[in-house]
T-cell receptor, first 113, second 113 residues
Framework: DAGVTQSPTHLIKTRGQQVTLRCSPKSGHDTVSWYQQALGQGPQFIFQYYEEEERQRGNFPDRFSGHQFPNYSSELNVNALLLGDSALYLC????????????FGPGTRLLVL | KQEVTQIPAALSVPEGENLVLNCSFTDSAIYNLQWFRQDPGKGLTSLLLIQSSQREQTSGRLNASLDKSSGRSTLYIAASQPGDSATYLCAPDRGSTLGRLYFGRGTQLTVWP
């Protein structure tokens, strides 16, 4: 049973560029959440997708956007990259309701130069 | 807004010791609380999930307790081993917001032989 997978594992971009990160949830899961973890900090919630819609959003600017596909996989897009966007981006999946364990992927390390 | 604090921020112990990691949160209206482990530069591995109706959960050498009224959770690690070295994060959620997790900075644990 495949767990949560993310791609790419590492990425280097320059300021002003755009980036797309991808996540495939654990088999049987239909909800995907994205988190940003800066060095030395705990993860911060970006947004959550369920039934192909953004269900809730954390305190992140509109430069951060996402999408969920019919197969429940998800993308995180960040436009106009800033140096401060350098972080580990984590994807978590869960099953529909909020009662169960959330499973995290290995993350994508983004470095903005 | 939910604020999560973990004490101590760092802990370095010889193997074999029994450990106590503390987590406090400001909003007691939570549904679940999860404990995670994170190895350097990696994703999060779920260790234990405590539902609001429960007071504790056990898995092997790990035991986590939850006191919602006081806004506290404690993770006990028995007979620590060098392989337990990692950062430990607690994350409460509010069921009414579809399982969004709130994280503190974690406790960085080093267990030396």
């Amino acid at each position: 049973d495949a767990g949560v997978t993310q791609s790419p594992t590492h990425l280097i971009k320059t300021r002003g560029q755009q980036v797309t990160l991808r996540c495939s949830p654990k088999s049987g899961h239909d909800t995907v959440s994205w988190y940003q973890q800066a060095l030395g900090q705990g993860p911060q919630f970006i947004f959550q997708y369920y039934e192909e819609e953004e269900r809730q959003r954390g305190n992140f600017p509109d430069r951060f956007s996402g999408h969920q596909f019919p197969n429940y996989s998800s993308e995180l897009n960040v436009n106009a990259l800033l140096l401060g966007d350098s972080a580990l981006y984590l994807c978590a999946s869960s099953l529909g309701t909020f009662y169960g364990t959330q499973y995290f992927g290995p993350g994508t390390r983004l470095l903005v130069l | 807004k939910q604020e999560v604090t973990q004490i101590p921020a760092a802990l370095s112990v010889p193997e074999g010791e029994n450990l106590v990691l503390n987590c406090s949160f400001t909003d007691s209206a939570i549904y679940n609380l999860q404990w995670f482990r994170q190895d350097p530069g990696k994703g999060l591995t779920s260790l234990l999930l405590i539902q609001s109706s429960q007071r504790e959960q056990t898995s092997g050498r790990l035991n986590a307790s939850l006191d919602k009224s006081s806004g506290r959770s404690t993770l006990y690690i028995a007979a620590s081993q060098p392989g337990d070295s990692a950062t430990y994060l607690c994350a409460p959620d509010r069921g009414s917001t579809l399982g969004r997790l709130y994280f503190g900075r974690g406790t960085q644990l080093t267990v030396w032989p």
